[in-house]
DNA sequence: CCCGTCTCCTACATTACGTCA
DNA sequence: AATGACGTAATGTAGGAGACG
């Protein structure tokens, strides 16, 4: 069974412009296809609701515990669009890696090392029954997988990581015997830039996804839940400060260009002032071609042979360029009282 | 088919904690 | 060492969706 993943388009620039200003899995492009055994249900959300579906059976029929789906072996295919710091095989999902290695408890590969906040087995295994995620047996998808940190560490050396870990562990289990309410900690780089790659594949987690990660980063399902909720909402926030950046410049320019353009108007009714021949002209009606924008005159006098129409250019001898910058402004005029007649 | 209930998920607002200048 | 600002983990709440009786 395959999983081919592929991000589509990439966010819109301004999501004031669609309606759709909830950021959601849709908005990120986000698709799943499965090569097999699931047929209709493609998506993320689809997908958790199969989860959840299975859930239910479980909840219902106790003994029931392996799903009637066929083990997931599920690869990330190549083509993945999001650029990389590393290889694929550096940075592996846990819900699309599944069977590779083995459990925690074993002997660790060399990645082996990413202990923060680690939690009793006990506190871990409540909090996942707590989610509702009975996918604990042999052949479920949430089989644990270490990641492999050594690329990511970058320059900082074992003994740093085993300080934060110390320092994240004893800060747990301090809170653990105090049993304080509300207990912050605070994720490591390595947690951190893991969920943010994850993320970067989907912004959102279906309970599948969650408890894989959870397990991968030694953290609590309902802290991946947590992390996943508030990135969701710094995205936005980061969309909005842009949208709202755009909208200024937006204004800035359409006030520049109303400047403009009265200074336009005043300057052309200086010029009416003081040529007074001009208002002599026959009237004149200006007319836009809808179809090549060109403005043409249609000049109607009353002349001694008779009305006649005429188009005409404008004057170019006594007019030059301030009646076609006139023609020009009232064609906007035009234009726009067209626009707002027509909405 | 409709309705009420339950469960789960999400967005959102807020609080509280950790870090840093 | 004390403090305030800031980032962010954690909490609470409301609302929507789906399943079920």
Not at 42 to 64: M, N, Q, T
Not at 138 to 164: A, H, I, W, Y
Not at 267 to 287: D, H, N, V
Not at 316 to 324: D, I, V, Y
Request: with cysteine; hydrophobic share 30%.
């Amino acid at each position: 069974m395959e999983l081919a993943l592929s991000l589509g388009d990439t966010p819109k620039p301004f999501s004031f412009l669609d309606n759709t200003p909830k950021i959601s899995h849709k908005d990120l492009g986000f698709c799943m296809g499965l090569g097999s055994g699931f047929s209709g249900r493609s998506d993320d959300k689809k997908e958790a609701c199969e989860a959840e579906d299975r859930r239910v059976v479980i909840r219902d029929e106790g003994e029931r515990r392996v799903s009637s789906d066929p083990p997931l072996q599920l690869d990330l295919l190549p083509f993945s669009p999001v650029p990389r710091s590393q290889p694929p095989s550096q940075l592996r999902f846990p819900w699309l890696t599944d069977n590779l290695v083995s459990e925690p408890g074993s002997s660790g590969g060399p990645g082996r090392g990413l202990d923060v906040n680690r939690f009793p087995a006990p506190a871990i295994a409540a909090e996942e029954a707590d989610d509702g995620a009975s996918l604990s047996s042999p052949n479920s998808t949430v089989s644990s997988f270490q990641m492999d940190f050594c690329v990511r560490n970058g320059g900082r050396t074992k003994r740093d990581l085993e300080v934060d870990n110390e320092r994240a562990s004893s800060r747990a289990s301090d809170d653990e015997e105090n049993g304080s309410t509300r207990k912050k900690l605070r994720l490591s780089k390595e947690q951190s830039a893991f969920l943010e790659e994850s993320f970067k594949e989907h912004s959102t987690l279906n309970p599948k996804q969650k408890l894989a990660l959870a397990k991968q980063l030694n953290l609590r399902p309902r802290q991946v839940e947590v992390w996943f909720q508030n990135r969701r909402a710094r995205t936005k926030l980061k969309q909005t400060e842009v949208d709202c950046e755009y909208l200024k410049r937006c204004c800035e320019t359409l006030t520049q260009e109303n400047r403009r353009l009265q200074k336009e108007l005043q300057e052309l009714r200086a010029l009416k002032t003081s040529q007074p021949f001009y208002m002599q002209l026959p009237a004149t009606t200006l007319t836009m071609c809808p179809s090549c924008e060109r403005v043409a005159t249609t000049t109607t006098s009353s002349s001694a042979t008779g009305n006649t129409t005429a188009t005409t250019a404008p004057n170019s001898a006594a007019l030059p360029l301030a009646k076609s910058r006139l023609y020009q402004v009232q064609a906007h005029m035009n234009q726009a009282q067209a626009h707002q007649s027509a909405s």
